[in-house]
């Protein structure tokens, strides 16, 4: 059971562009949403993370958009540049006894 | 200093063989995990341990056993190896179970 869909599976933009990446959950009991970038070879590490009790966060060049009524959430990488070519995970959890569940992915290629 | 450290790094070996992978975190969290991401990248919780407590087994097959001696380390013990169980295992820690995971460098695991 998928409980965290995450769109589209690769994406490829250009250097200046801005890439968006988007997650739906299932459970409406998670309350913790992060965000993992991961470069080959290398384990995840936490990008950005949001909570339900605001729509919008920006760390960056990164902003997570979130929709509570439709439990979906965002990643948008204002200005991509090529090192920001990764894969990015987002995933859904919480202290409420949610276990942090990641969606499938999406393979990030920022050209030059 | 590394947070969470896994080791080894690669790991190749035969069928029917018994391996281990061991980690070690230094960020005096309270909850370890282990992680298994499969060749589309998909990452997948197996175990998650807190203060010593086993909390999460999903349905792994129990040739898989984690052991920790101690609130530092989680050890993932696979006996009697099959070709399936050629992945990536991602070790990983965090203050609060379901919140901010930080994440090791990954053990690549081949299975020949």
């Known amino acids: 059971q998928q409980q965290v869909k995450q769109s589209p599976q690769s994406l490829i933009v250009q250097k200046g562009g801005i890439p968006i990446i988007n997650c739906a959950y299932e459970?409406?009991?998670?309350?913790?949403f992060p965000w993992y970038q991961q470069f080959p070879g290398k384990g995840p590490a936490l990008l950005i993370a949001i909570r339900p009790d605001v729509s919008e966060k920006k760390e960056g060049r990164f902003t997570i958009s979130f929709n509570k009524s439709a439990k979906q959430f965002s990643l948008h990488i204002m200005d991509s540049q090529p090192g920001d070519s990764a894969t990015y995970f987002c995933?859904?959890?919480?202290?409420?006894?949610?276990?942090?569940?990641f969606g499938g992915g999406t393979r990030l290629m920022v050209k030059p | 200093d590394t947070a969470v450290s896994q080791t080894p790094k690669y790991l190749v070996t035969q069928m029917g063989n018994d391996k281990s992978i061991k980690c070690e975190q230094n960020?005096?969290?309270?909850?370890m995990y282990w992680y298994k991401q499969d060749s589309k990248k998909f990452l997948k919780i197996m175990f998650s341990y807190n203060n010593k407590e086993l909390i999460i087994n999903e349905t792994v097959p129990n040739r898989f056993s984690p052991k920790s001696p101690d609130k530092a380390h989680l050890n993932l013990h696979i006996n009697s190896l099959e070709l399936g169980d050629s992945a990536v295992y991602f070790c990983a820690s965090s203050q609060v179970w379901g919140t901010e995971a930080f994440f090791g460098q990954g053990t690549r695991l081949t299975v020949v």
């Open positions: 960020l005096g969290h309270d909850t």
């Open positions: 995933a859904a959890g919480g202290n409420a006894g949610n276990m942090l569940t």
């Open positions: 459970n409406t009991a998670f309350d913790y």
